[in-house]
């Protein structure tokens, strides 16, 4: 069974920046994808980014170029820098561990971002 925390959500003005972090456990993390998705009131999750276990990035276009993500294998932790942030990406953010047979995702941890 595989657990995922994540921390770092907050509120911050258009413009700024955020890091969040989610913290894996029970698994072989170096070998599993790892990715960021986040869901706003009344819509649907999207995706926002993913790091293979390979080290390939793919993000989202809505945050492309402001977005990064990456891993921490010896601390089993994946990250999220967020900068340049807008009142659109106000959501939930959570963190998704895909095993190749299994999913897992977090509790989420929420973003919000003020005009």
């Not at 993913?50 to 993000?59: A, L, N």
């Not at 170029?65 to 990456?70: D, K, N």
């Amino acid at each position: 069974q595989v657990q995922l925390v994540e921390s770092g959500g907050g509120l911050v003005q258009a413009g700024g920046s955020l890091r969040l972090s989610c913290a894996a456990s029970g698994s072989d993390f170096s070998s599993n994808a790892m990715a960021w998705h986040r869901q706003a009131p009344g819509k649907q999750r999207e995706f926002v980014a993913v790091v293979t276990s390979g080290g390939t990035t793919i993000y989202a276009n809505s945050v492309k170029g402001r977005f990064t993500i990456s891993r921490d294998n010896a601390k089993n932790t994946v990250y999220l820098q967020m900068n340049s942030l807008k009142p659109e990406d106000t959501a939930v953010y959570l963190c998704k561990c895909s095993t190749g047979y299994k999913d897992y995702w977090g509790q989420g941890t929420q973003v919000t971002v003020s005009s």
